[in-house]
């Protein structure tokens, strides 16, 4: 793939079961419902997912991106392409050589093998085209399903960061 200018804009990325893309104005109410799940990632939210907030997130990811700060793509599945799953990847350093990532399928596509599509593409783009060395994520230790998917792709637990993930005032 090589490094390309992902910054003035994000390519779409296909494979089997998942096409990822970059979130779009009309993807407001699937995102709405999906961050609103109770386990979702928070993605930067503080406060309870409303169509506001989504609308601000959706122009934030694109001005992010043409800053170099990150990237954002929605994950989407079958011929009608439903939006099901969001992933970002922001930068941890200057110069982008390691980012740190988050991802969130729909509870009916975990365990379907979307996820470790959506992740491969995804590293992919971020080894290939970005020119990162690392990425990396945070994940809580009592979710075994996620620890054992990132396990999959070949990712070590390097260590457990406490107090590091808060939901709803609260840290996991």
């Known amino acids: ?3 390309s200018d992902w910054r003035a804009e994000l390519p779409t990325l296909t494979a089997g079961l998942v096409v990822l893309r970059e979130p779009i104005s009309k993807d407001l109410q699937p995102l709405v ?18 169509d506001v907030l989504v609308e601000q997130f959706i122009a934030r990811v694109r001005q992010d991106r043409t800053t170099g700060l990150g990237f954002t793509f929605v994950v989407t599945t079958g011929p009608a392409a439903s939006v ?17 990532w988050e991802c969130m399928l729909a509870p009916a596509l975990r365990g379907t093998g979307v996820f470790l599509e959506t992740a491969r593409l995804v590293g992919s783009f971020v080894f290939d085209a970005v020119g990162a060395h690392r990425l990396e994520s945070r994940v809580p230790l009592r979710n075994g399903r996620a620890n054992g998917a990132l396990r999959k792709l070949g990712a070590v637990q390097e260590g457990i960061l406490r107090r590091s993930l808060r939901r709803g005032g609260e840290y996991l």
């Open 33 to 50: 419902e999906l961050l609103s799940l109770a386990d979702a990632c928070r993605f930067g939210f503080d406060e309870p997912v409303n």
């Open 1 to 3: 793939m090589g490094v």
């Open 84 to 100: 099901c799953g969001l992933v970002q990847v922001r930068q941890l350093d200057p110069s982008f050589e390691t980012g740190e």
